[in-house]
């Protein structure tokens, strides 16, 4: 059972940064691929960027791309969620997810049903 512990949201105003992180609880994290998705009162959980599990792929949701870069880094366990540039819009629950390595990944990588470990959430807001 993989753990993820989602950190780094708070209150930014609008053009600024935040950087989130997701940290796991076990060494085997390099096997699964590792999504952020996001989720607004009111509005259903949506894709946000994913890497996959050695990091050779890499997709963005179009709202993000050249603003969100994710990364990781397999040796400390951990993926990192870039936000430049943030705008309102972007204020949300966002939630680190876990995603073990099927063939699938590649195709539905922005499906919330490929991902089978779940974070709790951390709070974005974006001021304007």
């Known amino acids: 059972q993989v753990q993820l512990i989602e950190s780094g949201g708070g209150l930014v105003q609008a053009g600024g940064s935040l950087r989130l992180s997701c940290a796991a609880s076990?060494?085997?994290?390099?096997?699964?691929?590792v999504g952020w998705f996001r989720q607004a009162p009111a509005k259903e959980r949506e894709f946000v960027a994913t890497?996959?599990?050695?990091?050779?792929?890499?997709y963005y949701a179009d709202s993000v791309k050249g603003r969100f870069t994710i990364s990781r880094d397999n040796a400390k366990n951990t993926v990192t969620l870039q936000m430049n540039v943030l705008k309102p819009e972007d204020t949300a629950v966002y939630y680190c997810?876990?995603?073990?390595?099927?063939?699938?990944?590649?195709?539905?990588?922005?499906?919330?049903?490929?991902?089978?470990?779940w974070g709790q959430g951390t709070q974005v807001t974006v001021s304007s």
């Open positions: 997810a876990a995603a073990p390595p099927h063939s699938s990944f590649f195709s539905d990588y922005y499906l919330p049903s490929e991902y089978d470990h």
């Open positions: 076990q060494r085997t994290f390099s096997n699964y691929g």
């Open positions: 890497i996959s599990w050695y990091g050779s792929r890499i």
